[in-house]
């Protein structure tokens, strides 16, 4: 995508040139991206849907650490943690806007890796870079993406739709993220105490992948409209599977029973938390950072879903008077307590 060798100062092309540089390669492929960039503003049309937008801003040194995180790999997940916001609507994704603040200990080459990333991710998903925003930091690099996309008004899920006896689902797997992280950290640790020691990630590509190369899941919405299932609430579970739980519930005024033997854990998950003295379901109720779908179904619905293997019914919704509750592998009952990433307590502690 870039051809430069060696390190460019960013001052050589200046904010507008910078721009152009970045985003030359980046070509429109939604009929709704009537301008993109160029102007003083994109244009889009969506032809009469409901227009949906999320942002999200990325923090170096609270988000992510780049010790361990290659630019690439965090261009890539910028724009997946936005489109996520964006399905979690039960909404497709068409546009995205990235803004970047960044120091001078970033040569050109390093920017232009971040922009390889966020264009891997437009071009599998089919999404228009269409504007954006550069500055200077003083404190490292900082990421805003801005993500549009849109629905007919009668497809977008809410976080406050679900139905008592509604069944609560989730896809894909939890936990992964967590505990990649956790290994990612310790390696960081022992490579700081003695560089000459060499990363020892083998076998755990999937829960490294899982933390750095997360996947929006756009296949699962798209799955549920062929089985012509609508869910009455869906949210992504970005702060951890307990924390998202409690949203549906209080923006649904509802109750619910979280069956813990139904958690969907990944082996390698499982282990590498056994490994680090971690429950693996608390990994999982807690970890954050996974991008998968919560999301609640009608009764009716469980024949349509029941044979996909990337949706797992782990629960359902009950009257808020029941409160929030896990029934644990032993049938004790425990109250769902939200204890999830919060990057505000950073400055606050």
Not at 51 to 59: F, G, K, V
Not at 276 to 284: H, S, Y
Request: proline content about 3%; hydrophobic content about 35%.
């Amino acid at each position: 995508m870039f051809e430069n060798k060696g390190r460019t100062e960013i001052e050589q092309l200046g904010e507008f040139g910078l721009i152009d540089h970045l985003t030359k390669h980046f070509t429109i492929s939604n009929k709704s991206t009537l301008k993109g960039i160029g102007d003083d503003a994109a244009v889009l049309n969506f032809d009469g849907k409901r227009t949906l937008i999320s942002t999200d801003l990325l923090l170096e040194g609270i988000h992510f650490d780049l010790a361990y995180t290659p630019l690439k790999h965090l261009g890539y997940k910028a724009v997946q943690v936005n489109l996520s916001d964006i399905y979690a609507m039960n909404g497709t994704a068409s546009q995205i806007t990235v803004s970047i603040g960044l120091s001078s200990k970033f040569p050109l080459e390093a920017i232009e890796e971040l922009y390889q990333g966020i264009g891997i991710a437009c071009e599998k998903y089919g999404i228009d870079l269409v504007g954006g925003d550069t500055t200077s930091s003083k404190q490292g690099l900082v990421i805003s993406v801005t993500s549009i996309g849109y629905a007919d008004e009668k497809d977008i899920c809410y976080r406050n739709g679900a139905g008592e006896g509604d069944l609560l689902c989730v896809s894909g797997d939890l936990g992964g993220a967590y505990t990649g992280l956790q290994l990612l950290e310790r390696e960081k640790s022992i490579f700081l105490e003695n560089p000459n020691i060499q990363p020892d990630l083998e076998g755990k590509d999937y829960i490294v992948e899982r933390q750095l190369k997360p996947e929006a899941r756009k296949d699962i919405v798209e799955a549920l409209k062929s089985m012509k299932v609508k869910p009455t609430s869906m949210i992504d579970v970005s702060d951890g599977l307990a924390s998202e739980i409690l949203h549906i519930c209080k923006q649904s005024d509802k109750g619910c029973n979280l069956y813990e033997e139904k958690i969907p854990i990944d082996p390698m998950t499982y282990q590498t938390a056994r490994d680090f003295g971690l429950d693996p379901t608390v990994c999982a109720l807690n970890g954050g950072e996974d991008y998968e779908l919560l999301f609640t179904i009608k009764q009716a619905d469980y024949e349509k879903i029941k044979f996909n293997p990337d949706i797992s019914v782990i629960g359902h919704i009950t009257e808020a008077s029941a409160g929030c509750n896990m029934i644990s592998k032993s049938a004790i009952v425990h109250p769902i307590k939200a204890q999830g990433w919060n990057s505000l307590k950073v400055n606050q502690e």
